[in-house]
């Protein structure tokens, strides 16, 4: 048996981020910036105004109140877009909407609210405006480069892209970036029990509620499902849906057949490739794990297929790395959280880790397995008089595999070290927050 930071160290050995495309912004949410990005255009663009009302100059106004407005001479209209530039003279105005242009002449906004002009679209231009209030220069101007000069680096390498960051590459002039593209993940379900969710069971039959766990895992994590099914206890029709799919793939996560069952057909047909190992990892749930990379010219599912593919979209020479997960439910999220989401994060070329697992105060005792390192579905109880977490085992029936009830019920996974056996009321755990 192995540890869990042993199984990790192969897993992240054996990826590395994705090679850079550029991508349009529209196809760039959620991927990861491969290079520093600097401004082309400045923002604003141009000296514009801040508000609708009358360009103006502020020598003009200086003396304006309510009592005795300046009557300015109206000498054009300049909406926002617009390539009008009227100058404004001694004695005159142009009118202005908000992201207009600012003629030539003036230095100096006066919102159409201090002047006798009613607000709102429709409004005819006149002839004279009378302005009510005084503007001092520059008011309700926007410099051009004000918030951005071109040059000036926007976006940092490594960065996430989020709606903002890709408005902003925009406002600046880009149309598309360098990023590490979305991660593909192939999901396969295995099973010859297993029927389609909604669909009612015979004897025997479960639904495959798998495929939908780790799809929305695949998800939260960022990257991009690829749902390749379900497939029954039969080698050749496994090893044949793994030859169809894996030229589209980046990565491919199958859950069930990995234990010693007569009918795990998911180690028969990858154990004899030589680089997908089967071990025992001492961790409760997901003791029996597999992990390995699938490459061309293999004896296997991969043979022609795959990231060694010259010719398929995830053609690379690093192969497909493919992780084998038990059946179970609570084993596959456990698996997943544990393994598969770190290794996702490095696919990605996010740097670093998700984070430091949170202190936290047991609510009430459990049992621990021996031996092995126990990662508890637990619910959150609000927190103790020192600030850490009280959480509590999410069922009653502890962190069985088979505990489906557990999942949906989960704020985090109490992690117990190998050679704690029972979790005692009051005592420190530590515990991973899952999405």
């Known amino acids: 048996m192995i540890t869990v930071e042993q199984h990790l160290e192969r897993v992240l050995a054996a990826v590395r981020p994705l090679a850079p495309q550029r991508l349009p912004l529209d196809q760039a949410h959620g991927c990861v910036l491969a290079e520093e990005v600097t401004a082309l255009l400045a923002v604003p663009p141009f000296d514009n105004s801040a508000m609708d009302g009358f360009a103006v100059r502020a020598a003009d106004v200086a003396a304006a109140e309510d009592g005795a407005p300046v009557r300015l001479r109206v000498v054009g209209d300049v909406p926002a877009g617009s390539p009008a530039r009227p100058p404004v003279e001694p ?8 992201g207009a242009p600012i003629p030539p002449g003036a230095d100096a906004v006066v919102p159409v609210e201090h002047t006798d002009q009613a607000a709102g679209p429709g409004q005819a231009l006149p002839a004279v405006v009378e302005v009510r209030r005084p503007a001092a220069p520059g008011a309700h101007l926007r410099g051009a480069g004000e918030d951005v000069t071109p040059g000036a680096v926007v976006l940092r390498a490594g960065t996430p892209l989020r709606a903002r960051d890709l408005s902003t590459a925009a406002s600046v002039g880009h149309g598309a970036l360098l990023v590490h593209p979305p991660v593909r993940v192939g999901v396969l379900s295995t099973g010859s029990e297993l029927v389609p969710p909604g669909q009612t069971p015979d004897a025997g039959q479960i639904p495959d509620s798998n495929h939908i766990l780790v799809a929305g895992m695949v998800r939260e994590a960022g990257a991009l499902p690829v749902l390749l099914g379900a497939v029954a206890d039969d080698a050749a029709a496994l090893r044949a849906r793994l030859a169809e799919n894996l030229g589209r793939v980046d990565a491919v996560v199958t859950t069930g057949g990995v234990s010693a069952g007569a009918y795990d057909v998911v180690k028969e047909v990858l154990a004899p490739l030589g680089e997908v190992a089967f071990e025992q990892v001492a961790m409760q749930p997901g003791k029996p794990q597999g992990f390995g990379v699938l490459r061309e010219g293999a004896d296997g599912p991969a043979s022609g297929a795959g990231q060694g593919a010259p010719d398929g979209p995830a053609a690379t020479e690093a192969g497909v790395p493919i992780f084998c997960l038990p059946g179970n439910p609570v084993s596959v999220f456990v ?16 740097v670093g880790d998700a984070g430091p697992l949170a202190a936290a105060v047991a609510a009430t005792g459990w049992r621990c397995p021996p031996g092995r390192r126990q990662y508890m579905p637990v619910v959150v109880d609000g927190t103790d008089g020192t600030g850490a977490l009280r959480v509590r085992p999410a069922t009653a029936g502890g962190s069985g595999s088979h505990l489906v009830a557990s999942l949906a019920l989960a704020d985090a996974l109490a992690v117990v070290d190998a050679e704690v056996d029972a979790v005692r009321e009051g005592d420190a755990v530590r515990v991973m927050m899952v999405p």
């Open 335 to 350: 698996s997943f959280q544990v393994f598969v989401a770190p290794a996702l994060r490095r696919l990605r070329a996010l």
């Open 91 to 98: 004695g005159t105005a142009v009118r202005v909407m908000t």
